[in-house]
């Protein structure tokens, strides 16, 4: 499968007063696959937005080299097939919905009304094409922007923080649109800090902090490697010391015992064991990794490091 | 990058378009066509300054505070203030008349000396700022008039120019009709007495329209007093010869112009003291009213010109008079054929400075600003005048005049060096201490107008 | 094209809904209409006076709407992330900086026809004179070329510098740009002036964009004066003008092409 975007060692550099040179995105080799999604996560000025600036040549990078869907960054004939939408965006509040739609679609060249129409009916606003923008509620809003972003029918979407600042049933909303999104083929990559959203429909991720990538994956990869939690009655506190499993805590109190083990240990030797001792198994509760711990300690570890 | 290079290159190319499409097709026309009329003289004479201060801020409403200032200064006489502050009011609002016509008349006659002798180095800065002002102002006759009167009234001794500039304010529909009457005087001083007449008998008839259309007092006053106005200059042409000249038997009769007589000019110029000389002489005329001008300045001063200066020294504006330049103007009144005057230079250092090694002494009288009993005699060109030594055809073209010119020394004038204890002064040769008794046969006869 | 069209027709239906602009085009009008009432006029002073103070108020107020206009028409699009949607898009940066100009000037010709006609129709109900109409109608067109060179400058320098500096810089530029004929005449034709100054007036003089050569308000308010051939004065200047414009937005694109928004 051909990369949607490829970078190799992008970096951006600003001078700032106090500190000097600071590269706010460093050495990037970021990959994403066509057709997927795409989630670009990191802290607040972690360069999420400045990457992706790059990448439409909004900005310029100081060194290293970047392509999208297969072209050099900076080749305008791309845009044709991209589309953007950036964070809290504003849009000319004198106009209607699709009076906005039909600017847009006349910077590609276009002028198709019933496409703009369509396009209105597939966000939901085809109720609302008259009013105004300054009318529209913040979630409507974000649907416009989404509805322009369609306008070209790109092979590759780029969301900033899509779903910054809206309500729960909004969220929903747009979620679903970028789900449907993948369904028909584009790829879409989405930048955020809103771990939640991004675990429930990106295929991959790259955690992003000071500029560098830190981790780079497959979800379900990068979750991969949970634990297990058994909790026994009727055992002897001395049991206690008979349980040698690497890597586990052991704890009795009220006359339970708790194990909190590494997935991938022999988990039935355990049960097995507890059984033969006449204990009873109360639960045995597999915890998965969730992409907030791993997101906490990367960034922990990374500050960590950059400390020492 | 190449792209960059080619946008490059049509920058440079369209930057020397602009500059020589500027520099060469639009600024020469504009400065013909479009400039405003004070653009060029503006800003001369101001200092930086007040150039910045112009430049910013509400300049009509500036200007009117300015001239309410110009105007308490006047009154304390402080005049090197005033100037700079008039010539800013004009250039922020070059449509304040007002401003124009008194600031002028200010320069031109109140830069005074303690015996009240004005400084006409400032009377070319006058003159180049009423010509602005009419400029600036076309469409009204009122500067146009301001700077003929200068001519008329203050240099006194080019009447040319006055009809020039009266011409041209009577094109002006604004101009009042007892102001157009000047003008016939002006003609008659500048010799053009045919043009007095017509204008006199053109104005009469537009008086007497008038005075048909409305009957006020001020209509019939001015009809009448044209209507007098022509009957003696009529009168007065008859007895000079002047009918007789235009219809050719001049020889042939008595005018009171005939024979030329010999008004016996002589003068002595002594240095009483530092800066202060005394002027006394003879001319040989016992009717009152005759005035001989004396000049002294600095010998081969620029825009030297006999008895006097060029007054018209171009149109800009320059506040920078000649402060180096000496130059006194004064009248020697004559009283009983004698005339006897001490002019006191010491108290005014500014005004004649005497920088320069060497001055002159003008003596000169010119009938054209005489009296009409005295033109009577002389004629408008002075063919009823003589001087057996000192009649002079060349320092005015076309006109006997009376002219005479001596020479003093710095020494001489401040009595320094040897000057200190001896009495400097010079004299023409014919000379005569008042105590010798003049010949009775010297005295002027006029028939009818002075019964000797 | 079609995407410079586009940009210039939503700048233009920006510009008509500005507050600030629409606050001072009403100031504008209201003092045009009320101009004979302003000064207490002497009759001998009442045509010039009237004339020059009313092309005096359309071009003050013409230059303050130029300038308070496009200072912000880059930076604003910056600001409201509106330029990201629009780069992101197919559309280069020239097309986007030129669609904005186009705009900018398109709507600013609009508020100054408005203003032409009320200064044209406060005239005619006062001297009830239409002689003069049409010589008192080609100052604003001068002012148009005039008023677009300044937009064009503060175009130029919006793609560098913040809006309040480009303010002052455009606003002391078209100050002094105005009165570049009449310091340059200043230094050339006085003789006291030292050769080198000269030498740096005559190179200023055709650097600086000359807002002088617009105005043609003198023959117009002291009627009587003879023009030699006013059609090639304005087809120069009218030159003069385009040149000049593109001289600025060349170099506004070759900045605005390097810049990071």
Redesign the interface.
């Known amino acids: 499968m051909a990369a949607a975007i490829e970078t190799k060692k992008l970096t951006k550099t600003y001078k700032s007063r106090s500190l000097g040179a600071v590269n706010v995105v460093d050495e990037l080799d970021l990959h994403v696959e066509e057709g997927e999604i795409f989630g670009f996560l990191g802290p607040n000025g972690a360069g999420k937005t400045t990457t992706i600036k790059m990448l439409l040549s909004i900005i310029y990078p100081t060194s290293g080299e970047g392509w999208v869907l297969g072209r050099e960054i900076g080749d305008m004939e791309v845009h044709k097939v991209i589309s953007y939408l950036p964070e809290r965006p504003y849009y000319y509040e004198y106009m209607t919905g699709l009076e906005l739609l039909m600017f847009y679609s006349s910077l590609f060249g276009m002028k198709d009304v019933e496409r703009c129409k369509k396009l209105l009916e597939r966000v939901n606003l085809a109720g609302d094409a008259s009013k105004t923008i300054s009318q529209y509620s913040k979630g409507m809003q974000q649907r416009i922007g989404l509805a322009q972003s369609l306008l070209n029918d790109p092979k590759l979407l780029f969301l900033d923080e899509p779903t910054g600042g809206l309500d729960p049933i909004a969220h929903t909303e747009i979620r679903d649109l970028i789900l449907q999104f993948r369904d028909e083929g584009r790829t879409v990559f989405i930048s955020s800090h809103e771990l939640s959203e991004v675990e429930r429909i990106c295929d991959r991720v790259a955690i992003i902090n000071r500029g560098k990538i830190v981790r780079q994956g497959k979800l379900s990869e990068l979750l991969h490697g949970g634990r297990f939690e058994v909790i026994a009655e009727n055992l002897d506190r001395s049991f206690e010391d008979t349980v040698k499993i690497p890597d586990a805590i052991v704890s009795y109190a009220n006359g339970r015992l708790i194990v909190d083990m590494p997935e991938g240990e022999d988990l039935n030797a355990l049960i097995d064991s507890i059984r033969s001792a006449k204990g009873t198994i109360v639960s045995v509760i597999p915890r998965r990794k969730r992409l907030e711990d791993l997101f906490v300690q990367t960034v922990r570890d990374t500050n960590q490091g950059a400390a020492r | 990058m190449k792209k960059?290079s080619v946008?490059?290159a049509?920058?440079a190319a369209?930057?020397l378009?602009?500059?020589g499409?500027?520099?060469f097709?639009?600024?020469p026309?504009?400065?013909?066509?479009?400039?405003?009329?004070t653009?060029?003289q503006?800003?001369?004479g101001l200092d930086p300054a007040q150039f910045l201060f112009a430049?910013?801020g509400f300049k009509e409403f500036i200007a009117g505070i300015l001239w309410v200032r110009a105007d308490s200064f006047f009154e304390q006489g402080n005049y090197d203030a005033v100037l700079p502050l008039i010539r800013l009011v004009t250039w922020l609002d070059p449509?304040q008349?007002d401003v124009y016509a008194t600031g002028m008349w200010h320069i031109g006659y109140n830069f005074t000396d303690t015996e009240q002798r004005s400084d006409r180095r400032y009377i070319p800065v006058a003159l180049a700022f009423g010509a602005e002002g009419a400029r600036?102002?076309?469409?009204?006759y009122e500067l146009f008039f301001e700077t003929g009167w200068m001519w008329y009234h203050k240099i006194d001794d080019n009447y040319e120019n006055a009809v020039r500039w009266w011409e041209e304010a009577m094109k002006r529909k604004?101009m009042p009709p007892a102001r157009k009457n000047l003008l016939s005087p002006a003609y008659q001083r500048n010799g053009q007495i045919q043009e007095a007449l017509n204008l006199y008998y053109k104005l009469y008839d537009e008086a007497v329209e008038r005075a048909k259309k409305d009957n006020a007092f001020g209509n019939l006053q001015i009809r009448d007093t044209i209507e007098r106005n022509i009957d003696t200059m009529l009168v007065r042409m008859v007895q000079r010869g002047w009918i007789a000249q235009q219809k050719g038997y001049y020889d042939q009769g008595q005018y009171d112009t005939k024979p030329p007589f010999d008004v016996g000019f002589s003068v002595r110029a002594t240095v009483e003291e530092p800066a202060v000389i005394r002027f006394q002489g003879t001319w040989n005329v016992l009717p009152v009213g005759t005035r001989i001008r004396v000049v002294l300045k600095d010998k081969n001063m620029p825009n030297d010109q006999p008895a006097g200066m060029i007054w018209d020294q171009g149109s800009a504006v320059d506040l920078?008079v000649p402060v180096g330049l000496t130059f006194m103007q004064e009248q020697l009144f004559v009283r009983n054929r004698r005339f006897d005057k001490r002019v006191d230079m010491s108290n005014d250092r500014t005004m004649y400075p005497f920088k320069a090694e060497n001055y002159v002494l003008e003596f000169y009288y010119n009938p054209r600003s005489a009296p009409p009993h005295i033109q009577d005699k002389f004629g408008y060109n002075g063919e009823g005048m003589t001087d057996k030594n000192f009649l002079n055809t060349e320092v005015r073209p076309g006109q006997r005049v009376v002219f005479a010119r001596l020479e003093l020394t710095r020494d001489q004038i401040l009595r320094r060096g040897r000057w200190m204890d001896e009495v400097p002064f010079v004299q023409t040769s014919n000379y005569v201490a008042p105590n010798v008794r003049q010949e009775k046969s010297d005295v002027i006869i006029v028939p009818g107008i002075l019964a000797n | 094209m079609r995407a410079i069209v586009a940009i210039a027709s939503t700048t233009v239906g920006e510009a008509i809904r500005r507050k600030v602009l629409l606050i001072i085009l009403l100031i504008g009008l209201l003092f045009l209409s009320i101009a004979p009432g302003l000064g207490g006029l002497s009759p001998r002073q009442e045509t010039t006076v009237l004339t020059s103070m009313m092309l005096g108020i359309l071009q003050l107020t013409s230059a303050v709407i130029a300038i308070v206009l496009t200072v912000y028409l880059i930076p604003t699009e910056i600001e409201r992330r509106t330029i990201y949607t629009i780069l992101s898009k197919p559309v280069q940066r020239w097309q986007f900086l030129v669609g904005k100009y186009v705009g900018a000037i398109l709507a600013l010709g609009l508020m100054m026809l408005l203003m032409s006609g009320v200064l044209l129709l406060t005239y005619y109900l006062l001297q009830r004179d239409v002689s003069r109409l049409g010589e008192i109608a080609k100052a604003p067109l001068f002012y148009f070329v005039q008023m677009s060179l300044l937009a064009a400058v503060a175009v130029f320098f919006s793609t560098f510098v913040s809006p309040l500096v480009n303010f002052f810089l455009s606003g002391g530029l078209y100050f002094i740009g105005s009165m570049l004929n009449t310091i340059y005449d200043t230094f050339a034709n006085s003789p006291t002036t030292n050769p080198a100054v000269k030498a740096v007036a005559s190179v200023i003089n055709v650097i600086v964009p000359n807002f002088a050569n617009y105005n043609i308000q003198n023959p117009i308010i002291n009627p009587g004066q003879q023009i030699q051939n006013p059609t090639a004065y304005a087809l120069f200047t009218t030159a003069y003008g385009v040149f000049y414009i593109l001289i600025l937005l060349i170099g506004a694109i070759l900045i605005f092409d390097k810049r990071e928004v």
């Open positions: 960059r946008l490059l049509a920058l369209l930057f378009v602009q500059a499409l500027h520099a097709a639009i600024y026309r504009w400065k013909r066509d479009y400039a405003p009329k653009a060029g503006s800003a001369t430049l910013v449509h008349i600036n102002n076309p469409n009204t604004d920078e």
